[in-house]
């Protein structure tokens, strides 16, 4: 069994659909520490000047140290949602596929959201769905198992019973594998090669928000750039 774990983000990049996709179950670590200027709670999107950063502000003052992502509250005094649905309609009005997806997103926008992790989950669902991915999930909060960074990695791996880690390029930094090998779980590294695609705006901007190709291409054509 192909497992892969990434902490929840906020409109995730292609590749992190990509490493989804290609795994039979992905553990949500959903319940590590909160990291400041992290894609936890901000994503890119295009704009007709460019690019810009959808940031969801959090009530993290002195909280830091002892700040799980999954207790992480939205600071809702601030019209984050506002600015992020207007991101949304004014930059992506003419795209292809907008007014398909736009009704979701105006309602999504349109709610009140306490916490991040259920803003995560609910549209981390949606956006799976859109891709056709029926990868299983699972949440390392309701694993409870014990551990810090590599360790928690390879325990999660052991509890879940996988045979294949499928990690993100950055675990080179931290993995051992010989750790890996002892347990008889095999690792790889998921390198994923950004496609280009013709977006909603001039030009190219990679490494944005997976949103952006669901908007410009449409489901079908989004899903064609993870195979």
């Not at 992190?16 to 990291?35: A, C, K, N, P, T």
């Not at 709610?111 to 859109?130: F, G, M, S, V, Y």
């Not at 999930?137 to 791996?157: H, I, P, T, Y």
């Amino acid at each position: 069994m192909i497992v892969s774990i990434n902490q929840p983000a906020y409109l995730p990049w292609l590749g992190y659909f990509h490493r989804i996709q290609h795994s039979d179950l992905h553990i949500v670590l959903d319940d590590v520490q909160f990291e400041k200027n992290s894609f936890t709670n901000r994503n890119k999107m295009r704009t007709n000047e460019g690019w810009t950063w959808l940031s969801v502000p959090l009530l993290t003052k002195g909280k830091f140290g002892d700040l799980a992502i999954n207790t992480v509250e939205i600071a809702n005094e601030r019209p984050w949602a506002r600015k992020h649905w207007d991101t949304l309609r004014f930059g992506y009005k003419k795209a292809a596929h907008f007014a398909e997806e736009a009704p979701y997103w105006e309602a999504i926008f349109a709610r009140t959201w306490e916490r991040l992790i259920d803003l995560q989950r609910e549209t981390l669902t949606h956006q799976l769905e859109a891709l056709a991915i029926t990868t299983e999930l699972r949440f390392s909060s309701n694993l409870q198992v014990e551990g810090a960074k590599a360790d928690l990695v390879l325990n999660l791996c052991k509890a879940v019973g996988a045979t294949v880690y499928l990690s993100g390029p950055f675990g080179r930094d931290y993995l051992d594998p010989a750790d890996f090998d002892e347990a008889g779980i095999e690792l790889r590294f998921h390198d994923y090669t950004h496609p280009t695609y013709e977006q909603a705006q001039p030009g190219f901007e990679p490494y944005m928000a997976a949103l952006d190709a669901l908007l410009a291409l449409g489901r079908e054509g989004a899903k064609e750039l993870l195979a």
